[in-house]
């Protein structure tokens, strides 16, 4: 019996524009394509349009989302035996004719889901054309929202009635690309008799052991009669086991179990030990088709149920609850093709060294690549998944209800089996809107999707992966329900801090960032500031002369509302505007790192009332001001510093608590933490006022409050004095006065380096009292990257940070002391200073 045969169609491919209002330059011009890509990506590659991150290119290159494409390659066959011959489109992005010879074999328009047609009797002996026709995605998606009924959504143009990336229509951090192409691969499938058409794996501990689980879905030609077998085998640490089962109607499920197995946890709780599954299908022996799967043994659930606060919304996992350390994630690129497992791995990493153990995949962007999720499985990076719906009411009629279904099956089949899902989500923020956004007057009646997100969504999951835990949507609090005689939603507001899971957005868009503490929610899915990327990403991106907050570049990089406003507004309650461009940079930085630092600290003092903060954002698609701790050329942020320190295994912060101070420390290890707190009200000039030292004990997994006495925080020259906690290597500070109000002074920072492997060991001293000392070392080189920063050195004190680079790169003390690159919160109160090197 012959095995499945797989041959990539990925060769020869070629694309031309047909209709629409493209230049005169591609009148009749045939492109080189890639397979998988963009068009975006050929156009580039052969030097037909400028880079669309660059300038105003953006609006220069709109006319793309307006022409069809059609791209065709020719590829040869000859009938090799088999009873069937597939033709299989992993990813089309997005409304295309396919041809194969001439013949229509289908139509598509969802860039989330595959397709698969029966082309045997198609193909030809010999040379046989395929041709992918896309129509352009802005019209069409135009047309849709008129037959479907217009729906409200935050941006002008209707990407809820089109099954695409909604952020590649573009976002309030995002470029809109409009793009289109075969954005996965291609390849031609033959086989006979039958075929593995679904695998969905399950690994579940119990006891010491566990079992894995395989229900397999069959398809088969209807050719003669057969007996078919599906063969599983399981090996990994400690552990090997198989099984075989004979599979009757086309359906059937293969059990292996094994005596011990590891458990897998998230990062910062134990190991990742994983474990190979092999699903092996057998016709009258022979071994005819094959998939794999690398799969963990744990558990997962989230507590909701009712307490005297409210409702939790806690994350178990093995029976553990886990602190979530969240960060919200955005397509890495905002041409998404580009994005390979090596810079999936590049990103994911920095999470990991930034202390993070949950990445939520964002409801506007897409199902990424297998790369993403088995990358997070081996780091043990938890992973919340989006279905695809955000900040709109989508239609629930055909044809888009129907496309869903699909995309949904098809993703909770491929998604399910990972070892860090810890939980499906209906949409982000859609159950919000539809309460508080106006929408219920526009839509007078029409639907939104609350089928989606209340009925089939959750059918599906209970179908087809039971065991993975699902929420109607984000944010969401668990009483919430749907009457659907009524039209209305029932039980608390999904946005209820006292209630599961919460978005804050009332301060970025007009509260200051201190008003984060007026709140206790026991989970906050969403919340964020925004800053400029690094220096070196901006000016690369940007030709302004003079380059101003306000030049045109720079407002083109700037896609919120009123963005530029609110990064003054929310500046100025602890920092006076700098007048000139790199100092404002810096200021926008810094406040950006302040606000979600201050945040963080709160949130976590408050633990375990509130179980986890998911910061918005990890990453960029573009360079961009936004809300993001690593920009779109993958240069950190002041903020990764800020996330790093609030999500470090222990903390020590100082937080309001009545009509005073407390120390809070946090231990999220497994180690019982013995300190010696010693606490000082000091004057910037080094003098102590008033000390005291209390010996402690954090239990593991836990929060310790230690009040703070009057004397330390009654300080009597706000402006000259500072609290600082000390508690071996951490340290909390409490300033009693605003920066802008503050008697901070000159530093006086000094530096050496010295050349180490991965870069260069930078010491910093200060003179001085010297606040959030930080290295924006992109600019001494492009490659610099520090790995900490945000820095408070007392006077006298050394700090030592590594900046990595290329080892064929030399960073000079000179460079790093330049005033342009190490940076305080001083010198956004006294000027930016002279540090020396040495």
């Known amino acids: 019996m012959v095995r499945l045969s797989r041959r990539a169609l990925d060769s020869a491919w070629t694309v031309r ?14 492109v080189p394509a890639t397979v998988p890509g963009s068009i975006h990506v050929d156009l580039l590659e052969e030097g037909l349009i400028p880079d669309p991150f660059h300038g105003d290119n953006e609006s220069l290159l709109a006319w793309i989302g307006l022409v069809d494409w059609t791209y065709r390659t020719t590829f040869a066959w000859t009938p090799d035996g088999n009873d069937r011959h597939d033709l299989v ?7 295309a004719t396919i041809r194969l010879n001439g013949e229509v074999i289908g139509e598509v328009a969802n860039q989330h889901r595959s397709y698969r047609y029966d082309v045997g009797a198609l193909l030809r002996d010999g040379d046989n054309d395929l041709e992918v026709a896309f129509r352009a995605p802005v019209p069409y998606a135009n047309r849709a929202s008129l037959d479907l009924g217009a729906r409200p959504r935050p941006y002008p143009l209707p990407y809820e009635a089109i099954r695409k990336s909604a952020c590649s229509f573009g976002w309030d951090w995002g470029i809109a690309t409009y793009t289109s192409g075969i954005w996965k691969p291609v390849h031609l499938d033959s086989w006979s008799t039958t075929r593995l058409a679904q695998a969905r794996v399950v690994a579940t501990p119990h006891g010491d052991g566990g079992r894995v689980g395989v229900d397999v879905v069959l398809e088969g030609t209807g050719a003669g009669a057969h007996s078919d077998a599906v063969r599983v085998s399981v090996r990994g640490p400690g552990a090997e086991g198989s099984a075989v089962a004979t599979i009757e109607g086309g359906e059937g499920r293969v059990e292996v179990e094994l005596p011990q197995v590891e458990r897998w946890w998230p990062v910062g709780y134990g190991d990742q030990p994983l474990y190979t599954v092999e699903v092996v299908l057998e ?3 022979a071994a005819i088709d094959a998939t794999s799967r690398r799969v963990g043994f744990r558990t997962v659930r989230w507590n909701t149920e009712p307490d005297a606060a409210g409702t939790p919304y806690e994350l178990h996992v093995n029976e553990r609850p886990v602190f979530v350390k969240g960060v919200n994630w955005i397509p890495d690129d905002a041409l998404p093709v ?5 810079r999936y791995e590049r990103r994911l990493r920095q999470a990991v060294e930034a202390n993070v153990n949950l990445v939520r995949v964002w409801g506007g962007g897409l199902y990424e690549s297998d790369d993403f999720y088995e990358l997070a499985d081996e780091m043990g990076l938890l992973v919340w998944q989006d279905f695809l719906f955000a900040c709109a009411a989508y239609p629930e009629e055909e044809p888009l209800r129907s496309e869903i279904e699909a995309e949904a099956r098809e993703n909770i089949v491929r998604l399910a089996s990972h070892a860090s899902l810890v939980q499906l989500v209906g949409n982000n923020e859609n159950l919000w809107g539809f309460e508080e956004w106006g929408w219920k007057l526009s839509l007078d009646g029409k639907s939104w999707g609350a089928t989606y997100y209340y009925e089939l969504l959750p059918a599906l999951v209970a179908e087809l992966a039971p065991h993975v835990p699902y929420a109607p949507g984000s944010p969401f609090s668990p009483e919430t329900g749907w009457d659907a005689a009524s039209g209305r939603q029932t039980g608390p507001h999904p946005n209820d801090e006292t209630r599961g899971s919460v978005h804050l957005w009332a301060q970025w868009n007009f509260r200051d960032w201190s008003t984060y503490r007026e709140h206790t929610p026991r989970f906050v899915a969403e919340f964020g500031w925004q800053a400029p990327p690094a220096w070196t990403t901006l000016t690369g991106s940007v030709d ?18 009123d963005g530029n406003k609110k990064l003054t507004s929310g500046l100025l309650p602890h920092f006076r505007v700098p007048a000139d461009m790199e100092t404002w940079h810096w200021a926008m930085q810094l406040n950006q790192a302040l606000a979600v630092g201050a945040a963080l600290d709160h949130f976590r003092s408050w633990a375990p009332h509130t179980m986890g903060a998911i910061v918005w954002q990890l990453n960029d698609c573009w360079p961009v001001t936004s809300w993001a701790a690593i920009d779109g050329a993958e240069r950190v942020k002041p903020l990764y510093h800020a996330l790093k320190r609030a999500f470090a295994p222990r903390v020590l912060t100082v937080q309001p608590r009545g009509a005073g101070l407390a120390a809070v420390l946090g231990n999220d290890t497994d180690e019982a933490w013995r300190a010696a707190v010693h606490l000082r009200r000091m004057t910037f000039g080094g003098d102590v006022l008033a000390e005291t030292t209390t010996d402690v004990t954090v239990d593991p997994r836990s929060t310790l409050t230690v009040p703070v006495g009057a004397a330390l925080t009654a300080a009597t020259d706000a402006a000259g004095e500072v609290l600082v906690v000390d508690a071996g290597s951490e340290r909390g500070v409490w300033y009693f006065a605003e920066p802008r109000d503050s008697a901070l002074g000159d530093p006086g920072l000094s530096v050496s380096t010295r050349a180490v492997v991965g870069g ?11 606040r959030d000392v930080s290295l924006l070392a992109d600019k001494a080189h492009p490659s610099a990257q520090p790995e900490d920063g945000l820095l408070t050195l007392l006077p006298g004190e050394t700090v030592r940070i590594l900046v990595q680079h290329p080892d064929d790169v030399r960073l000079e003390a000179d460079a790093l002391a330049d005033p342009r690159v190490l940076r305080s919160a001083n010198h956004l109160v006294v000027g930016s200073g002279t540090g020396d090197a040495r």
């Open 17 to 30: 524009a047909t209709a629409g209002p493209f230049p005169d330059s591609l009148g009749g011009l045939t």
């Open 283 to 285: 016709h009258d022996g």
């Open 760 to 770: 260069t060991e930078v010491s910093i001293t200060a003179a001085g009292f010297a």
């Open 89 to 95: 489109f992993e990813g089309l992005d997005t409304v």
């Open 544 to 561: 302004d002369d003079p380059l101003t907050p306000e030049s045109p570049g720079m407002i083109v990089h700037q896609k919120a509302i």
């Open 338 to 342: 580009r994005v390979d497992r090596g």
